[in-house]
């Protein structure tokens, strides 16, 4: 029979409708939906307590219990083991309740049996603050998170106020905490302060919970949650695990959010007075009070976060790599029709029998990284400025008959809507150092024709000539303000003057410039 699914209010009542109202088991069983064999073993157990039916009223639920449920007395003079120094133990990697109790056992030959030691090391965890119930074994886990309090930073110059994110990292076995402040949560200050906090640690978990966030799990699914590609690069960088907190489920990041309230509480809390002008002012502050606050020491434990990270998680944790993680953003793209993929406004070639086909992008600070599946078949030093074409020579067909779209193929695709349409796309191949840096503008500049019509394009490319610039941007803005509705200076010269005495045209004035050079010449 098990007592902890019944509790003591109900079998007070049980013993006082059976003692004091006479009604049968049976009938209490019935009412009650408790199997009668229970009811009969708490009616046995106040009969052997020599309880009263003064007793069920005056004693109290657990006076009551301590008398139906004695302990056995020899359990009271059996030695108790120090369960601080247990809780401790257990932390540690492959420190079992079964080890720690057989250890117990050699020292205590007469001490508790180990159902007996399970259950009061049950009891005394829950006296345990609530971020330290749960046992993690030393080096197993890191929780991240970040604090749902800014901190503010004023410009100089402006005095416009800025708000910093605080990130929040803390050792599951001891609890040493990290924090710093970044000035998003984007991808990229969500990465680097996880490499900042392993060197702070000086080791690697061997898993690292993060909650939900969008930077790191692109999808919060339940069973298996998408981690972000550059996420997972840094995870194989440092060999570990990112498991994420399953939605909806504190408890999966309860260290997490035990450790923001730390760094709320007891830093955060500490700063609200003063003011910072720098990330790095900021910064230097809080790295100050995170050491006040890991050593300062627990309430219900012995020592502090410090002393229980140099015991436990400090030797446990994973070497370092010997480099550091270098920060990747990952891109799908798919290759143009000429062998060039698009990052950032800057386009990047790849061999040209790879048109068409889709790619992933790895982007560095200094490099571009192009990869068809897991092979890589492109590298170029990354653009900022200058040309916006990266193009290097192995990449280019032997020659156009092999191209799928030669720019012989443009051309003459760009002749048959009209002439003025033809010469915009032969300036434009023209003016690119390899024609086929200018496919995307010359088939941008046909795709106008099927939007707006042949003949508005048309217009469009004879106006940008007229005004010296055809090229593709220039055309597509005539075509945008509609200024190839209005007349150019080249249609003007076929429009027909009205004829009248007074109008002399152009041909007497030409006729009249002659005249006078001859004269001249005479003389």
Not at 47 to 64: C, G, K, Q, Y
Not at 154 to 166: L, W
Not at 388 to 410: A, D, G, I, Q, R
Not at 462 to 470: E, N, Q, S, T, V
Request: proline fraction near 5%; glycine fraction near 4%; hydrophobic fraction near 35%.
């Amino acid at each position: 029979m098990s007592r902890k699914h019944i509790s003591m209010r109900k079998i007070k009542e049980i013993l006082r409708l059976i003692v004091k109202m006479k009604l049968s088991p049976r009938n209490v069983s019935k009412a009650l939906g408790i199997g009668r064999s229970t009811i009969q073993d708490y009616l046995s157990r106040f009969e052997e307590a020599a309880l009263t039916l003064e007793d069920i009223d005056s004693l109290t639920e657990d006076e009551l219990e301590r008398r139906l449920f004695p302990i056995a007395s020899s359990g009271h003079n059996r030695p108790l083991p120090c369960w601080a120094a247990m809780h401790q133990e257990h932390r540690k990697q492959n420190v079992t309740l079964q080890v720690l109790w057989e250890e117990y056992r050699v020292q205590n030959p007469d001490g508790l049996s180990y159902s007996r030691f399970c259950e009061l090391y049950k009891e005394y965890s829950k006296t345990v603050d609530i971020s330290m119930r749960q046992i993690h074994k030393a080096g197993e886990k890191m929780f991240v998170d970040y604090c749902g309090k800014t901190m503010e930073i004023i410009d100089r110059t402006t005095g416009e106020c800025k708000h910093a994110q605080i990130f929040v990292a803390v050792l599951g076995a001891s609890n040493y905490l990290y924090a710093e402040a970044t000035w998003s949560q984007q991808l990229s200050d969500w990465i680097s302060s996880h490499v900042r906090a392993l060197e702070f640690f000086g080791g690697v978990p061997r898993a690292i919970i993060p909650d939900n966030l969008k930077s790191g799990v692109t999808k919060p699914w339940y069973y298996d949650p998408d981690i972000n590609p550059s996420y997972a690069e840094f995870a194989r960088h440092y060999q570990t695990a990112i498991l994420p907190a399953r939605v909806r489920k504190p408890r999966d990041k309860a260290k997490a959010e035990a450790g923001v309230q730390f760094v709320q509480r007891w830093l955060l809390a500490k700063l609200r007075h003063r003011r910072f002008y720098e990330l790095s002012e900021l910064n230097q502050a809080i790295k100050e009070l995170l050491t006040d606050l890991n050593n300062r020491p627990f309430k219900k434990l012995e020592g502090s976060r410090r002393s229980m990270y140099e015991a436990l998680d400090k030797i446990a944790l994973n070497p370092l790599p010997e480099t550091r993680y270098e920060f990747a953003l990952w891109k799908d793209a798919k290759v143009n029709i000429d062998y060039h993929v698009e990052f950032k406004k800057f386009f990047y070639s790849v061999p040209w029998q790879e048109a068409h086909q889709k790619v992933r992008i790895r982007a560095t600070a200094n490099t571009i990284e192009i990869f068809k599946r897991d092979r890589r078949i492109a590298v170029h030093i990354r653009k900022y400025t200058g040309d916006n074409y990266s193009t290097l020579e192995e990449h280019m067909p032997p020659h156009h008959k092999f191209v799928k779209w030669p720019p012989s193929k443009l051309v003459y695709l760009a002749g048959k809507i009209g002439h003025s349409v033809k010469t915009v796309v032969e300036e434009i191949l023209k003016s690119r150092r390899h024609p086929e840096q200018g496919f995307r503008s010359a088939l941008g500049l046909l795709r106008l024709g099927k939007s707006l019509g042949e003949d508005r394009l048309e217009n469009a490319c004879r106006k940008a000539i007229d005004l010296g610039c055809p090229r593709y941007k220039s055309v597509r803005s005539i075509l945008e303000t509609g200024q190839d509705k209005i007349p150019s200076s080249h249609d003007n010269k076929h429009l027909a003057h009205p004829v009248h005495e007074n109008i002399r045209g152009a041909d007497y004035y030409r006729r009249e410039e002659e005249d006078c050079n001859a004269s001249s010449t005479n003389h």
